[in-house]
């Protein structure tokens, strides 16, 4: 697995708790420790996109446009293994 690989698998890890996490406080609002976990992985995974997205690329359409090219239509998507 290169370099490139393996970010991508933190985000989709990231990205994954973030929706775990959230889903939990949906039904315990009031969990305050839920909400520390919540907050400090979703700073992770705020940090890695942006890693990833400077090196590769853009992650999401809301981040598609780089240097007044719409980069999103014309680069690899993240799901597309570059050998």
């Not at 370099?3 to 890890?13: A, P, S, W």
């Not at 708790?17 to 979703?42: C, G, M, N, Q």
């Amino acid at each position: 697995m290169n370099e490139k690989e393996k970010m991508l698998k933190q985000v989709q890890m990231y990205c994954f708790a973030l929706v775990d996490a959230s889903l939990f406080l949906d039904t315990h609002p009031t969990d305050k420790e839920a909400l520390k976990y919540y907050e400090r992985i979703k700073e992770m995974s705020d940090k890695i996109q942006d890693e990833y997205q400077k090196k590769y690329g853009s992650l999401n359409i809301k981040n598609g446009e780089k240097d007044g090219k719409w980069e999103w239509a014309t680069s690899a998507f993240p799901w597309e293994v570059q050998k």
